[in-house]
């Protein structure tokens, strides 16, 4: 395995977390309305879940000789619940691709891989999830009634 490499690609990943660590808390404080109920939950556990795979590639990064980034990208921001979990699942499945990339680049380090595949199947169920929000909350609007929706939406 190229070290350099997986260090590299392990910060790539440390970036993102730290991304959706600072996008979901975010999206807790700024969820209003009906919605706020379980989303501001959901928002903060996902925030929570962000952070505890910073920690455990933040451990690994400096393991592999490595310095952790500090450096996040950029949060995505919305006052509607529809567009935060649209932000949320283009978040999640970016995640899936990092660790797919770092699966790829760290084969040969069995106990990282061991590690990282507990990780993208943790972003893939987030996925999962978020494609089945999303599907109920066009079907809750949907039985607001089309005038009702399309006064939400519009
Ligand atoms: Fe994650």
Known sequence: MDKQKAIDKLNEILKHEWTGL???AQQAFLVRGLWREPYAKMFFESAEECFRHAKL???KIVALGGVPTLERGTVQQSTDVRQML????AFEQAAVEHYRQALEICAEDRPLV????DLILEEQQGV?????????HAAAEAS???QQAQERAG
């Open 57 to 59: 590639i933040g451990e």
């Open 86 to 89: 649209q932000h949320a699942l």
């Open 22 to 24: 600072a996008q979901y």
């Open 128 to 136: 999962d999830e978020l494609q089945k929000l999303l599907q109920e």
């Open 144 to 146: 607001l009634g089309p």
């Open 114 to 117: 061991v590690l990282l595949e």
